[in-house]
């Protein structure tokens, strides 16, 4: 289940129900797929083959489809991020600096852990969404944000798209963080 933590306050929100409030507040879509699905073998599994991949998108067909249907997504894929990533620390460094996209930025985790840092609204600032397994958030359009891995820095997620180039960042300079 995410947590939240508002960057200025440092108060924390827990619980489904108040995150999901929250998080619709600042117009952040926060849904759950149920990882019950995930057959053992590729549960907290990191390194995954092109074949684990497609059965993990395959398990999930159903709720992609819906979430597709619902939000005009085109295409999706699963990545995966832990210490055995080639140039880890370079592509951390990169996800780790404030941008927008065209397009929303949703993810579905499905192993591991991450955090979304977010803009929100003028009241509340920066704010954390801490994800784990079954969490399901997308990040609206146009809105600053960035995102890194939690200490034990393994991830597996599924992203869907819009359109390919739809992801492309542009960095926010100033971003008052
Ligand atoms: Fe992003």
Redesign the pocket.
């Given at each position: 289940m995410a947590e939240i933590v508002i960057r200025n306050t440092n108060e924390r929100i827990s619980g489904e129900e108040n995150v999901r409030q929250f998080l619709n507040s600042q117009e952040v879509v926060y849904e759950h797929w149920n990882m019950d699905k995930l057959p053992q073998e590729l549960q907290e599994q990191f390194s995954l083959s092109d074949d684990d991949k497609k059965r993990i998108l395959d398990i999930f067909d159903e709720e992609i489809r819906d979430l597709a249907a619902r939000r005009g997504y085109k295409i999706w894929d699963v990545i995966t991020l832990s210490e055995s990533t080639p140039n880890l620390e370079e592509l951390l460094q990169k996800?780790e600096e404030v941008?927008?996209?065209t397009e929303d930025?949703i993810r579905a985790i499905v192993g591991g852990k991450g955090i979304?840092i977010i803009k929100g609204a003028e009241d509340v600032g920066y704010f954390n969404v801490e994800l784990e397994p079954g969490d399901v958030i997308s990040?609206p359009e146009n809105t600053p944000?960035?995102?890194t891995l939690m200490d034990n820095k393994q991830i597996v997620a599924v992203r869907l798209f819009i359109e390919a180039n739809g992801?492309i960042?542009t960095p926010v300079p100033n971003p008052g963080l």
């Open positions: 996800f941008h927008t996209h930025e979304f990040v944000h960035f995102f992801w960042a």
